[in-house]
């Protein structure tokens, strides 16, 4: 399924944090967002999925206003994983990521048990099922909020920095799963270099605008590093899968 941002606007009250924002995710591409903090990433997704309503602009599933469809059919073609997430309440693991099943009207208790079934041991978090949500580590309620995104079975992911909280190898085994999914994905990621290994194109995001897309090498330019975030970035290709990785530090500053 294909996503498409065509002019999205969004204000908070006589500001406007994103404008005339244009974004193509093509059906089963793995796109990354990238941007300062304060950039816009996370309202630009938030718009995606449906937790704000832009001022201008529209979201389209295969040339369909996400914004114009009920809330459930949105839920069953789409799945968000915000940035924050927090339960008032001490569901069970288990709970939680049957949540996921929520929009899908015919099913059964036993489809519903299998899939989520699937999903934790997916986001390895099968051996959590009985535990309390409250009580698990910040990485392992990632996990778990993963696996309540796939549960719900989407064709569209939408992801604002999936890899917060979790230590490297689950950084890597997230962002794989994520990818080897087949789903069309759309994520706001923080480390530079984990966008350039798994996504197949980036947008880069400053000031509420556009101002770079394309593949990883021809994006992470070291100029536009330094005009976007400030620092100097050296390239290098990674010894094994040959993707662009980065290597930082200060920008040298003028007596």
């Avoid at 989407?154 to 994520?178: G, M, Y």
């Avoid at 880069?204 to 770079?212: E, F, S, T, Y």
Wanted: with cysteine; glycine share 10%.
């Amino acid at each position: 399924m294909r996503l498409d941002i065509e002019g999205l606007a969004a204000d908070a009250g006589t500001a406007r944090l994103l404008d005339d924002i244009r974004l193509t995710v093509d059906s089963g591409t793995f796109v990354g967002l990238v941007g300062p903090n304060g950039s816009g990433k996370s309202t630009l997704l938030r718009c995606v999925y449906r937790a704000l309503r832009p001022a201008g602009g529209a979201v389209r599933l295969n040339g369909d206003d996400l914004h114009g469809m009920d809330a459930r059919a949105a839920a069953r073609l789409l799945a968000a994983l915000p940035q924050e997430s927090s339960a008032e309440f001490d569901f069970t693991v288990a709970e939680v990521v049957g949540m996921g099943r929520h929009p899908h009207r015919n099913r059964t208790a036993a489809d519903d048990r299998a899939i989520c079934a699937g999903a934790m041991d997916r986001t390895g978090v099968a051996h959590l099922a009985d535990r309390g949500f409250l009580a698990l580590s910040g990485g392992e309620k990632q996990r778990v909020l993963i696996a309540r995104a796939l549960a719900q079975r989407p064709q569209v992911l939408v992801l604002d920095e999936p890899t917060n909280h979790l230590d490297i190898a689950h950084q890597l085994d997230v962002l794989a799963l994520v990818r080897a999914s087949g789903l069309t994905v759309l994520a706001a990621l923080h480390d530079l270099n984990l966008a350039a290994a798994h996504c197949d194109l980036l947008y880069v995001i400053a000031d509420g605008r556009i101002v770079a897309s394309g593949p990883p090498l021809d994006v992470l330019r070291p100029e536009l590093l330094a005009d976007v975030f400030g620092v100097r970035a050296h390239p290098v290709r990674h010894p094994v899968t040959g993707a662009v990785q980065l290597l930082f530090d200060l920008l040298p500053t003028t007596p």
